[in-house]
Nanobody
Framework: QVQLAESGGGSVQAGGSLRLSCAAS????????MGWFRQAPGKEREFVAG????????AYGNSVKGRFTISRDNAKNAVYLEMNSLKSEDTGVYYC?????????????????WGQGTQVTVSS
């Protein structure tokens, strides 16, 4: 069983940056594809970014392309999300998720493990 714990959220002004971390425990995630999702109040949880097991392939939601970067460090059993040029519409709870498949999944139902989330608030 994998436990995921996000950190690094907070409040920032528009145009600023944040770096989210996801620490995994319980087992290695080096053979998992990992993803970041977010959920704004009253909205469905949406795909933000994903990375395959090796880190060699990444994918992004259209609204964050060119601004966010996902990465992983399998030696540290961790995944990261670097967020730059933040906008007010990036506000929400950000979740780290693990998928036991080898390909990056964009659908929440395809992920097996979820963290508790970390709040990101961007003020304009």
């Amino acid at each position: 069983q994998v436990q995921l714990a996000e950190s690094g959220g907070g409040s920032v002004q528009a145009g600023g940056s944040l770096r989210l971390s996801c620490a995994a425990s319980g087992r290695t995630i080096s053979d998992y594809s990992m993803g970041w999702f977010r959920q704004a109040p009253g909205k469905e949880r949406e795909f933000v970014a994903g990375i395959n097991w090796s880190g060699g392939t990444t994918a992004y939601g259209n609204s964050v392309k060119g601004r966010f970067t996902i990465s992983r460090d399998n030696a540290k059993n961790a995944v990261y999300l670097e967020m730059n040029s933040l906008k007010s519409e990036d506000t929400g709870v950000y979740y780290c998720a693990g998928n036991t498949g080898f390909v990056i999944a964009r659908l929440t139902r395809l992920y097996d493990y979820w963290g508790q989330g970390t709040q990101v608030t961007v003020s304009s």
